[in-house]
């Protein structure tokens, strides 16, 4: 990268998603019509060629109605898909809150999660065993610890999973909507600690569909509508074309 301060840069990214057009009974009848190139996919494009830079440091939002393909650019940004086309370059460390309970088994208890989760975001057990009480003291779960996470409800499973992802100060934080099913104490707490990386230099990506939210915490944003790129500007002048869209 030429400016030593992005740290995220996607270059004309496009992602394509074949969607089955057919209903197919099972294995057998799919490997026949492969076979026999009767398959027929209707291709859809969530991302139809989107670029931005995003600086150290930065709080850049991304606003868009639903389906106009934010959780996929978070993603794409994430690395967790590839791009059909175009080119995504990240520097440093990413933590990811994306999809709520990926990484988690519902079927294992608060405890083993903390556990599993971790070391799926490379962590040590040592370090997990040092961090332990603190995870659990931030998302105040400490009487549910031994609860299958079945068991626990959305905002539960989102306290565990900002507290684990970011008990390392990652360089790049990435949360879609996580903080919206928190209740209004815990929100109140995961902005804090956003805040506190903030000033520690993480550079944060946002979705959510609190334009009070965006406004109040980002510096940028992009407007996204159908995959396309609407503005990326400064966050006020995007909340205005996005509120006079509505
Ligand atoms: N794995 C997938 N396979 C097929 N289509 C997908 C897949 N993931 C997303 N899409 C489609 O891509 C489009 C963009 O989805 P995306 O989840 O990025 O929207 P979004 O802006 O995050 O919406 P929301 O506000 O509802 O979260 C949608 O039309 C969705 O149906
Ligand atoms: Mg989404």
Request: hydrophobic share 45%; glycine share 8%.
């Amino acid at each position: 990268m030429r400016n030593k301060d992005v740290l995220v840069k996607v270059e004309n990214v496009k992602i394509k998603f074949n969607l089955g057009k057919e209903n197919i009974a099972g294995i057998k009848e799919y490997l026949i019509k492969l076979i026999r190139k009767e398959l027929f996919f209707q291709e859809f494009w969530a991302l139809k060629g989107v670029s931005l830079e995003i600086r150290k440091g930065e709080v850049f939002g991304i606003l868009g109605f639903n389906g106009a393909g934010k959780s996929t650019l978070l993603k794409v940004i994430a690395g967790v898909l590839k791009p059909t086309e175009g080119k995504v370059i990240t520097k440093g460390k990413i933590a990811p809150l994306i999809e709520l309970g990926a990484g988690f088994d519902m079927e294992l208890t608060a405890r083993e999660n903390i556990y599993l989760n971790g070391a799926i975001l490379g962590h040590s057990k040592r370090f997990l065993d040092e961090k332990f009480n603190e995870i659990v003291e931030f998302a105040e779960l400490q009487e549910f610890l031994d609860v299958p996470l079945k068991n626990y409800s959305s905002g539960m499973v989102a306290r565990i999973a900002f507290a684990i992802a970011t008990i390392v100060d990652p360089d790049i934080l990435i949360v879609d909507e996580i903080l919206s099913v928190g209740d209004y104490k815990f929100q109140e707490k995961c902005k804090q600690k956003i805040e506190k990386m903030m000033k520690n230099g993480v550079t944060i990506i946002m979705v959510s569909h609190s334009i009070e939210q965006i406004k109040e915490m980002c510096t940028r944003a992009i407007l996204l509508d159908h995959g396309n790129k609407v503005i990326l500007d400064e966050v006020l002048e995007v909340v205005k074309i996005y509120e006079d869209r509505k």
